[in-house]
């Protein structure tokens, strides 16, 4: 069982929905990455999603883009990423950490050398906005060889051939993309999410997680009575730029707790 698996059972034994917490590896600077990944996990964060910077990352909205913006000025790239999550490992051995972006730094470095360097850093799955379910089944099985998850977004969009093919390859969880749009944007119907949730789970015995729109404890609430964990983003960088550099760590604990709280609540 993977570390994303076993943490998703034990939250089930728990009666507790997992929170999936997001930051752009880099931003707002290097140093920071790792101190914020560990605020996060302080905060009662489940499962961490790291993202790799990249010039031109479609399926976010401006927050996420002007971290990248930020992260790539900064001269932060792939390999950066890795040694980050290897320096959280250091003392953090059991959080799950998702590397999630986009196809062209992993095929820059080639898809070996990109699991290879994501096992050793201590990495545990990615998500690869661009990478379609029907075209991985082989980097899918060779992520499994090596102990990792390829996990694969889902949308308010998506034909049943394209959920039953997620189900097929797919591993850790689901994410399903509450919107039609980019991260941030618009307002969650939660009851419109559960009834696809339902449609769904008929194809995929994944954990399914919700992000894209979720932005305070009350729609986090929401989403965990029809989902198996929400993911934060795009709220969670609003709120470092908000308070700037100095103050990130402190702010990013504070609200992720926020959220925790209103999860068990």
Sequence with gaps: MSQIASTFARLKEQNKTALITFITAGDPSPALSVPLMHAMVAGGADILELGVPFSDPMAEGPVIQRACERALAQGVGILD?????????????????????????????????????????GADGAIVVDYPPEECEEFSAAMRAAGLDLIFLLAPTSTEARIAQVAKVGGGFSYYVSLKGVTGAGNIDTVQVAERLKAIRQHVALPIGVGFGIRDGATARAVAEVADAVVIGSRIIQEIETVGAEHAVAAVTSFVAGIRSALDA
């Design 81 to 121: 990423v890795f040694a980050m999550v290897a320096e959280f490992r250091k003392t953090n051995q059991h959080t799950p950490v998702v590397l999630m972006g986009y196809a062209n730094p992993i095929e820059r470095i080639g898809a070996a050398r990109f699991i290879a360097e994501s096992q050793a850093a």
